[in-house]
């Protein structure tokens, strides 16, 4: 919080970057999210999390790592996993390497549905990037690696603790 009384207001530039920024998070959700729900059942979460489970070395990922890649709270992935598991999509597991993490993997089943949503949600994402030049897809990727903030535990490794 600034120590002056007076707020910092946005430059034009400040503000034109902001209310961008701003616009994507309010747009990008809904127009990934309702042709997987359309299709597959899917909100983009739930996709999100099989697919990134489906791209671990063997189908096979932590918890935490997970609720970081597909940008949720370990509670909201702990929700979904356990309607995954019901549905025989997923298995939980200790993880061996350190009991304190617990492991999610993708069963066959899983892998399955995963594959039938893929085009969909590629056909989805490449309306957003087609239209971009190479640059501004750096460019982009760069600014997401800035605002993205990696959780403690995941930054330290095995040293940090977590019940992901």
Do not use: C
């Amino acid at each position: 919080m600034a120590t002056s009384d007076a707020p910092r207001w946005l430059s034009p530039a400040e503000k034109e970057a902001w209310t961008g920024l701003v616009s994507l998070v309010l747009l990008l959700p809904g127009r990934l999210e309702a042709p997987l729900q359309q299709e597959s059942g899917l909100t983009l979460f739930e996709y999100l999390t099989l697919s990134h489970i489906s791209e671990a070395p063997e189908r096979r990922l932590r918890m935490s790592e997970l609720a970081y890649l597909a940008n949720g709270s370990l509670s909201r992935l702990s929700n979904v996993v356990k309607r995954f598991e019901q549905r025989a999509w997923v298995e939980r597991s200790p993880d061996p390497d350190d009991g304190r993490y617990t492991l999610v993997t993708l069963t066959d089943a899983g892998f399955t549905v995963v594959q039938a949503a893929a085009p969909v949600h590629l056909d989805s994402v490449r309306q957003v990037l087609d239209p971009l030049t190479a640059a501004d897809q750096q460019a982009l990727a760069r600014i997401a690696a800035k605002l993205r903030v990696r959780p403690a535990d995941l930054t330290q490794g095995a040293s940090g603790r977590s019940s992901g």
